[in-house]
């Protein structure tokens, strides 16, 4: 295995003995200099916050970090089914606390600073009545951007202040004075994702500690891996010593208890008015163990204070964002961008420790290899990998392939631990989601782009299991129509599980297809055979009389009563509509079945009726809006469809509507963010922002033989992508367009490294060996080049 590390950057944590992995990013941070500007500015993490999903807004945070320190609003509610929105509403105008950890399904270790007298209790969303320990805040006192977040407190006049090293969230406080000064560790109640809580408990150390831990109850742990939990471990020191202190459960306090357990289970303490104005409290966290929370303390922030906290994770966040540089004149686009760019770097973050500890899917501890003392690869929290294909891996295999590399090596662990890909990952616990499992198409779309620095045979063997069996396979695993998959050649509604087969049918035929071109390149040739004749499961539910997906029953007979706009009837969060284009390993085929002018005819009449709902659910706010419609940008399921125009020889409507997405459904406002209210999942929507907004997607994932990106209409006058010389042999590739506008949105023609393009595809070694396209753009469509 090649040596890299994801966070190590050379001299700039030299003084830092961040131990997260051996896999070295190259180049270190350069930073801006006189020609480029911080790009962190751009960064506005409040953006469609609105109806954010738990994990969405941590501005605290490091890229890929397990410390997310950020502002809670009505994170105690929690969320009843595991997916609704909870945590920061931009709408609320009351803060709960700060937790130190937000993960799919994770979420706790919540510290609030105050004065005066000692409230217990967050109290209710919103209330101003003072009965809980929540305090009033406005828009206009806060700061948030990439690595930072302050806020004034009004109730306390108490600026509040997160950032973080991996492991470890920084909060610092200052108080007014002349008032007895509180910080609250509330641990033991729910928050978030998290499930209701099990146990918890919460010390004061002789030395001064606080320490403690959290077992909590998620809800697809409790659906994916019944009688599981997730244990969140902290040690926390204050570089100030309190007066006095004591422990809480409700509204029940112990002054001068030094220790509690149970659920409920929180300590304060309080600091005489004599101390000094600011306090800063750095807390270790760790999914394995206190002694290991207070390793990462020590290795990664033992003699770091907040400011150097503050710029170090400001430089990383530099360097992450600057590995794309856009110019254009439009603000608007280019916070659009980096905020997008931001979420897709956010999301799935560190489980392991600095020593390689990491949480099995067993709920023991395990032990990753290390080489120089640091793991070989890490461990990550992450949400189901459902859609990634169309957003996330394409641009972190193009971008950063060291992550993808380390996310994929991550997933084998759990496939060595458990004997199955997990898909979705809490703490080592399953947590499918969605209950499909696509994680094949990203292990076969890295090794098609070069990144093979991870256990290939294994990862391999895992991919062929994951597609073709079904025998005893844990509901974690997904994909549990497998076994009538394989035995009919599509998922037969009467043998249905979940009641998605059609769905699921597209789904395991574009993955069984992904697989096919892997054992194609290694010679597998009756695993090709078998994969592809599974890849054609698409074509067994195609019917010509309505020309829909539909679904079928064991017999052959189609269903009855056929609605294409009727959800949840075989379609998982969509309709046939919708899922009827998801063919994207064989677009001429599935187009060949209309006729591809016909084809094209109906795709562009469905983003004329889709435009006016903003291309969703229109301004309703709801993770679900637009499912019953003709096309949902705020889903999965649909992210391919604009593009889908390219290759069928209609590039102009590609570049039309891929345009049109960009500027209607993403917005730069707290409820108009992603749609309004729509589901970020960690990055995604942010993700194909990215990607499609500088001119490049690839409907197959880039899982083909020879990966290609097909070309759109970029927005940016220029584009310059850092590329990662580890993996390939480019400095880097630029992306420039002539003669750009709102009006000339449409190619004229390309040039790529001196040479005229006949067609709107280029190979994705193109790109990664460094070069330039140039696109003349102009008002008119134009379909041939």
């Known amino acids: 295995m090649n040596v890299k590390s994801c966070y190590s950057l050379g001299?700039?944590?030299?003084?830092?003995?961040?131990?997260?992995?051996?896999?070295?990013?190259?180049?270190?941070?350069?930073?801006?200099?006189?020609?480029?500007?911080?790009?962190?500015?751009?960064?506005?993490?409040?953006?469609?916050?609105?109806?954010?999903?738990?994990?969405?807004?941590?501005?605290?945070?490091?890229?890929?970090?397990?410390?997310?320190?950020?502002?809670?609003?009505?994170?105690?509610?929690?969320?009843?089914?595991?997916?609704?929105?909870?945590?920061?509403?931009?709408?609320?105008?009351?803060i709960?606390?700060?937790?130190?950890?937000?993960?799919?399904?994770?979420?706790?270790?919540?510290?609030?600073?105050?004065?005066?007298?000692?409230?217990?209790?967050?109290?209710?969303?919103?209330?101003?009545?003072?009965?809980?320990?929540?305090?009033?805040?406005?828009?206009?006192?806060?700061?948030?951007?990439?690595?930072?977040?302050?806020?004034?407190?009004k109730d306390y006049q108490i600026k509040a202040e997160l950032t973080a090293t991996p492991r470890v969230a920084f909060q610092r406080y200052s108080y007014p004075a002349g008032a007895a000064h509180h910080i609250l560790f509330d641990i033991g109640n729910q928050q978030g994702e998290s499930?209701?809580?099990?146990?918890?408990?919460?010390?004061?150390?002789?030395?001064?500690?606080?320490?403690?831990?959290?077992?909590?109850?998620?809800?697809?742990?409790?659906?994916?891996?019944?009688?599981?939990?997730?244990?969140?471990?902290?040690?926390?020191?204050?570089?100030?010593?309190?007066?006095?202190?004591?422990?809480?459960?409700?509204?029940?306090?112990?002054?001068?208890?030094?220790e509690v357990s149970g659920a409920g289970a929180g300590m304060y303490l309080t600091f005489g008015s004599n101390t000094p104005e600011t306090i800063t409290v750095k807390t270790g966290l760790s999914y394995t163990s206190v002694a290991n929370a207070r390793l990462n303390?020590?290795?990664?922030?033992?003699?770091?204070?907040?400011?150097?906290?503050k710029e170090n994770a400001g430089k990383v966040w530099e360097d992450y964002l600057g590995r794309i540089r856009v110019e254009t004149s439009n603000k608007a686009d280019k916070i659009k961008f980096y905020t997008g760019l931001y979420h897709a770097l956010l999301g799935r973050g560190l489980a392991n420790?600095?020593?390689?500890?990491?949480?099995?899917?067993?709920?023991?501890?395990?032990?990753?290899?290390?080489?120089?003392?640091?793991?070989v690869h890490n461990i990550y929290n992450t949400d189901a990998a459902w859609g990634v294909q169309w957003n996330l891996s394409q641009l972190w295999m193009l971008v950063y392939p060291e992550y993808q590399s380390d996310y994929l090596s991550s997933h084998l662990q759990t496939y060595k631990d458990a004997g199955w890909l997990a898909d979705g990952l809490a703490n080592?616990?399953?947590?499918?989601?969605?209950?499909?499992?696509?994680?094949?198409?990203?292990?076969?779309?890295?090794?098609?782009?070069g990144i093979r620095d991870f256990d290939l045979k294994t990862a391999y063997e895992a991919a062929l299991k994951n597609e073709l069996e079904g025998d005893n396979r844990p509901l974690g695993a997904g994909k549990m129509n497998t076994k009538s998959f394989t035995k009919y050649g599509y998922v037969p509604v009467d043998a249905d599980t979940d009641g998605f087969s059609a769905s699921h049918t597209l789904e395991y035929s574009y993955s069984a297809w992904a697989v096919a071109q892997w054992a194609k390149q290694l010679n597998k040739t009756s695993d090709y055979n078998r994969l592809m004749y599974l890849s054609k499961g698409w074509e067994r539910l195609y019917d010509s009389s309505t020309n829909f997906i539909r679904p079928r029953k064991a017999n052959g007979e189609f269903i009855e009563n056929f609605n294409p706009l009727q959800v949840w009837r075989g379609f998982q969060e969509g309709n046939a509509w919708q899922y009827t284009f998801y063919v994207p390993h064989d677009v001429k085929g599935l187009a060949e079945k209309l006729g591809p002018p016909l084809f094209s005819q109906r795709l562009d009449s469905i983003f004329t009726v889709?435009?006016?709902?903003?291309?969703?659910?229109?301004?309703?706010?709801?993770?679900?809006?637009?499912?019953?419609?003709?096309?949902n940008h705020g889903n999965q399921p649909c992210l391919h469809i604009s593009w889908l125009f390219n290759d069928i020889g209609y590039a102009s409507l590609t570049q039309k509507w891929v345009r049109a997405i960009l500027n209607d459904f993403y917005g730069t406002e707290g409820i108009h963010g992603y749609g309004y209210g729509q589901d970020e999942d960690q990055g995604q929507l942010g993700a194909w922002y990215v990607i499609s907004s500088i001119g490049l997607f690839d409907v197959k994932g880039l899982t083909d033989t020879t990966p290609s990106f097909g070309i759109s209409s970029p927005l940016f006058d220029k584009v310059t992508i850092r590329l990662n010389n580890r993996y390939y042999k480019g400095r880097e590739f630029i992306i420039e367009t002539k003669n750009n506008s709102k009006t000339n949105a449409y190619v004229q023609q390309l040039t790529l490294n001196g040479k005229r393009l006949k067609d709107t595809h280029m190979l994705f070694n193109s790109v990664v060996n460094g070069g330039k396209l140039v696109l003349e753009m102009g008002s008119q469509p134009k379909d041939r080049y």
């Open 610 to 631: 889709a435009q006016k709902l903003i291309f969703g659910g229109g301004k309703q706010i709801d993770a679900f809006a637009g499912l019953e419609t003709l096309y």
């Open 297 to 309: 303390l020590l290795k990664e922030a033992a003699n770091l204070n907040f400011d150097q906290a």
């Open 353 to 375: 420790d600095v020593n390689g500890a990491y949480p099995r899917n067993d709920g023991k501890t395990g032990q990753l290899p290390l080489q120089n003392n640091k793991p």
């Open 428 to 449: 080592g616990r399953y947590v499918s989601g969605v209950g499909t499992n696509l994680l094949t198409t990203l292990f076969a779309g890295a090794y098609q782009c």
């Open 11 to 94: 001299v700039l944590f030299s003084l830092l003995l961040f131990s997260c992995s051996r896999k070295v990013l190259t180049g270190g941070y350069k930073g801006p200099n006189a020609t480029q500007e911080a790009l962190s500015q751009y960064v506005d993490p409040r953006i469609g916050t609105a109806h954010a999903r738990w994990f969405h807004f941590t501005p605290g945070a490091m890229p890929f970090g397990m410390a997310k320190p950020a502002p809670s609003t009505n994170g105690h509610l929690g969320n009843k089914s595991g997916w609704e929105a909870t945590g920061y509403d931009y709408r609320d105008k009351t």
């Open 195 to 258: 499930g209701r809580v099990k146990d918890a408990y919460v010390t004061k150390t002789s030395d001064g500690r606080i320490e403690g831990w959290v077992i909590t109850e998620p809800e697809y742990v409790k659906k994916y891996q019944p009688g599981a939990t997730v244990t969140l471990y902290f040690s926390a020191v204050t570089d100030h010593a309190p007066a006095s202190w004591g422990t809480f459960k409700g509204n029940d306090v112990q002054p001068g208890k030094t």
């Open 96 to 153: 709960e606390g700060f937790p130190c950890l937000h993960e799919f399904q994770v979420g706790g270790i919540v510290l609030m600073p105050a004065t005066g007298k000692l409230k217990t209790i967050p109290g209710t969303v919103n209330d101003t009545t003072g009965k809980g320990y929540r305090s009033r805040f406005d828009r206009s006192d806060e700061i948030a951007t990439a690595g930072y977040y302050s806020v004034l407190l």
